[in-house]
C-alpha cells in the first residue's frame, strides 16, 4: 500500500479468544487497518517453542484464530492476514539471523527468564525457546516492518529485533530498517476472579460464548469484595463489573450504576444482569460473523491462502536482498 507505514504483529494461536485479547491486541489491530499497511500472522511456529511436545490442538486453533479475527474486523481486503508456516522464508531468515545473534542477548531477554519460572512444568530448556526472539525479529523485519504495535511489556522483544537488524546491516548491508515499537493502550480488563484474565487462570470470557453462557459467566463475577449485602454501599472503581460496564453499556447507564451503586439503590444481581444484556449485545455482530465463516470453511481458506500469497511475495523479495547482502 503506497505511502502508508507497514506494520507486522502475530498471535500465538493458543485456542479461543477472550474478552481480554479482542480489548487487546485485536482492538488495536481492527483500528489500524485505516493508518497502516498491515501484515498480521497466526504464529504457529511460536506456539511450538513452548508446546512442542502435543501439537493436536496447533492446527484447529490457527482455523479458530483466523475465524475469531475475521470475527472481531480484521479486513483481508485492508490487511494481509496470513499463517507464519506456509510463508517457508520465515524460517531460512531464521535461520541466518540464529547465525548472528550472540547468546547472551536471548539469555537476558526478561520473558526468557520469567517464563522458565513460571511454566516450571514444561521444559523449556531447548533451542527453539532461547531463540524464539530470534523468530521474532525474523517475522518481522522479513516484511521490512516500520514499526511493530506492542503493549509497553513487549518493548524488549521490539528491541532485540531492532539490534539483530542493526547488526545484519553492519555485517552485510543496509537491508532492514529497524522497527520502531508502537506503543498501544488496552482497557483494564480482568477475569471473573479479578485476576488477569487468561485461559490458563480458567476465568476468561470467550469472544464466541452464546447469551446463556455470557450471563452465566457474567453471574460468576467477583464485584466490589467489601460489599456484602445489598443494603451496603458499593464502590464502583474497585468493581470489575463497573469496568465491563464501562466497556459495554452506554455513558448515561455507566453513571447511573456509579451513583447507584454507592447509594445501595442496585443489587450486584441486577448490575451484572444489566452489564450481561450489553455485553451479548455488543457481542452479537461478532458472534453471528462467526456463524458465517464457520459454516463458510472455503472462503476461510481463501482468505488464509490470498494473505500467504501477498505475504510471500514480499518475504521472497526480501530473501533475494538478503542472500545478495550475504552473497549466499
Ligand atoms: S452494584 Fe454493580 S458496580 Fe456496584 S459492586 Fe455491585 S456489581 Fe459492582
Keep these: ?5 507497514r506494520i507486522v504483529s502475530g498471535m500465538r494461536p493458543t485456542g ?41 490442538l496447533i492446527s484447529r486453533n490457527v482455523t479458530e484464530m483466523m475465524v475469531d479475527w475475521l470475527s472481531a474486523g480484521l479486513d483481508p481486503e485492508r490487511s494481509t492476514l496470513f499463517v507464519q508456516s506456509r510463508v517457508k522464508e520465515h524460517a531460512e531468515l531464521f535461520l541466518l ?39 521474532q525479529a525474523a517475522d518481522i523485519i522479513i516484511y521490512k516492518a516500520d514499526g511493530v504495535p506492542v503493549g509497553v511489556d513487549q518493548v524488549p522483544h521490539v528491541e532485540i529485533s531492532r539490534e539483530i537488524a542493526r547488526r545484519f546491516n553492519y555485517f ?13 493502550t488496552t482497557p483494564k480488563i480482568l477475569g471473573l476472579d479479578r485476576r488477569k484474565m487468561s485461559k490458563s487462570y480458567n476465568n476468561a470470557i470467550f469472544i464466541s460464548e452464546n447469551p446463556k453462557e455470557l450471563s452465566a459467566k457474567a453471574a460468576k463475577m467477583i464485584t466490589d469484595p467489601q460489599r456484602a449485602r445489598k443494603s451496603d454501599p458499593g464502590n464502583p472503581d474497585v468493581c470489575n463489573v463497573f469496568e465491563f460496564h464501562k466497556l459495554y453499556s452506554d455513558p448515561k447507564t455507566v453513571k447511573r450504576i456509579n451513583l447507584e451503586c454507592r447509594k445501595a439503590e442496585i443489587g450486584c444481581v441486577e448490575c451484572k444482569q444489566e452489564m450481561a444484556g450489553n455485553l451479548i449485545r455488543t457481542l452479537e455482530p461478532i458472534r453471528e460473523k462467526r456463524k458465517f465463516y464457520e459454516s463458510h470453511p472455503e472462503l476461510l481458506n481463501e482468505i488464509i491462502a490470498e494473505g500467504v500469497r501477498k505475504a510471500g511475495i514480499i518475504a521472497a523479495r526480501t530473501m533475494e536482498d538478503v542472500r545478495t547482502a550475504m552473497k549466499i
Excluded at 545473534?101 to 520469567?114: A, G, H, M, Q
Design 1 to 5: 500500500m503506497e505511502g502508508k507505514k
Design 16 to 56: 479461543l479468544l477472550h474478552l481480554g485479547n479482542l480489548h487487546g491486541a485485536l482492538a488495536n489491530w481492527v483500528k489500524m487497518q485505516d493508518t497502516y499497511d498491515c501484515y498480521f500472522f497466526i504464529a504457529d511456529w511460536h506456539a511450538l517453542t513452548s508446546d512442542y511436545e502435543d501439537t493436536r
Design 97 to 135: 539471523l540464529s547465525m548472528i545473534t550472540p547468546v547472551p542477548w536471548l539469555e537476558r531477554n526478561p520473558t526468557y527468564k520469567d517464563q522458565i519460572l513460571q511454566l516450571s512444568n514444561k521444559d523449556l530448556s531447548t533451542f527453539g525457546f532461547l531463540g524464539y526472539p530470534v523468530l
Design 172 to 184: 552485510y548491508g543496509n537491508v532492514f530498517p529497524e522497527p520502531e515499537s508502537i506503543l498501544t
